[in-house]
């Protein structure tokens, strides 16, 4: 069992940043896909970004790409979203989540789940 708690959300203006956290515990990280994910009020969880422990692999949706930076700390087992040149369409709840296996950015292919970071976009 993995636990993870999501920290760092707020309210930036267009054009800023932000930097998610989320602390995980539990098993062994060993072979362990981590992930975030978004939910826009009346839309569906979205795929944001996905991170294979061992090797520090990422990988990114489109819509992202280049502005969000996934990374994480082995030591202190915590996972991070770097937010650059925000924009009101990243207004979401951000979710940290992990599975064993593949790279996948199916959300319901997920384990484990944080309790989710309000990140509020501002034009």
Do not use: H
Not at 80 to 106: H, I, W
């Amino acid at each position: 069992q993995v636990q993870l708690v999501e920290s760092g959300g707020g309210l930036v203006q267009a054009g800023g940043s932000l930097r998610l956290s989320c602390a995980a515990s539990g098993r062994s990280f060993s072979g362990i896909i981590m992930a975030w994910f978004r939910q826009a009020a009346g839309k569906e969880r979205e795929f944001v970004a996905v991170i294979r422990w061992s090797s520090g692999t990422t990988s990114y949706a489109d819509s992202v790409k280049g502005r969000f930076t996934i990374s994480r700390d082995n030591v202190k087992n915590t996972l991070f979203l770097q937010m650059n040149s925000l924009k009101p369409e990243d207004t979401a709840v951000y979710y940290c989540a992990g599975r064993m296996g593949s790279f996948v950015s199916a959300s319901n292919l997920y384990d484990y789940w944080g309790q989710g970071t309000q990140v509020t976009v501002s034009s």
